[in-house]
């Protein structure tokens, strides 16, 4: 069954089209992300599907049930980590837990929640002393407080540090691993890389491509970059006949190479330089990324 199923959906805001006409679908038990820059939409869309806005237009369907008519049946089969998330300092985390454990019919023993968010040695502090990354780890335990089916978590590890962040993304892997259902919105293209089985890239109201990481960059950018340095050199003309290759130009002894088979060029350039009686140092490989995704599909960097 579909854990999502949204149809059109659209949102507009006076002459600002914030989602524009957006399907989505998402499998039950898979890790999936709304990639793409602030602005993109990404926000307004997961409020939407958490029932916390109506669309202009469209239809969705959670674990079953249309957000519409069955808002209340969706609140108890999911959980929501906001972008932000007002607490009350002078609780301590484990009464923050308690509060919110309240408000569901079933909810997950607190002391469960505090390990899963590693929040074990803070569960007698008081909120107001968290840092910024078990703060994101207590929101992500309230957004579990009901042990739900579905977890959407938005934008989770903004403005973490990386040992932080690398903490978020272990919760995310148990969450896996006990086959939930996470949908997660993000600008770092690493962490997409990282967490999702499935990526869409979202940019200026609209979902743009939708697949796996690895598909994604195969079937949109499937060019790898060689560089490395040769003295005295070669003609580049040599490197351009090398079968893959798609591009190569150098300068000053400092080549770089753009081709769609890197191994088998690198092992050609290697042996066309030991032919010549050439050093090839300094070698470099970059495989694409899903930012080269985004920058083919829309012309500019996720970050700007």
Known sequence: MLAINARGLKKYYGEVRAVDGVDLEVEEGEVFGILGPNGAGKTTTLEMLETLREPDEGEITILGYDTR??????????????????????????????LFRSFYSRALPISTLVELAELTDKAGARVSTLSGGQHKRLSIALALVNDPRLIFLDEPTTGLDPQ????????????????????????????????????????????????????????HVPESTITFRMYPGMDVNMIKEIPGVVEANSENGFYRVITTSPHETLMAIVSIGRQEGLEVEEVNMRRASLEDVFLKLTGRTIRS
């Open 69 to 98: 008519e069955n808002p209340r049946e969706i609140k108890e089969l999911i959980g929501v980590q906001l972008q932000t998330t007002a607490f009350f300092d002078e609780l301590t985390v484990w009464e923050t837990i308690d």
């Open 164 to 219: 932080a962040r690398r903490r978020i993304w272990d919760v995310v892997g148990l969450l896996r691993e006990q086959g939930k259902t996470v949908v997660i919105t993000t600008h770092y293209i690493e962490e997409a890389e990282e967490l999702c089985e499935r990526v869409a890239v979202m940019d200026h109201g609209r979902i743009i491509a939708t697949g796996t990481p690895h598909r994604l960059i195969s079937e």
